[in-house]
């Protein structure tokens, strides 16, 4: 499975309701793992249409990823 199928998955799971698709979410979220800064990863989303603050990336969607990633590996 790749990195962006996992994060997909994965914020899926916690954001199924949200305004904004996990696909997205899930691009943002790999996008800051291999190195891009969050005014960058803010710039992306707003070319895909998506106005959120850099807060909403690091803290919401991140927290979340890493927590959920953290718990699969244990059960694992």
Known sequence: MSMLNLVREILDKVYH????????KAKAVVLYFRGMSLRDVQRYLL????RVSTEAI?????ASFITLY???EVKS
């Open 47 to 50: 070319d895909e249409d998506y």
């Open 17 to 24: 309701w949200h305004r904004v698709p996990a696909s997205v």
């Open 58 to 62: 690091i803290w919401s969607w991140l």
């Open 70 to 72: 953290t718990l699969l």
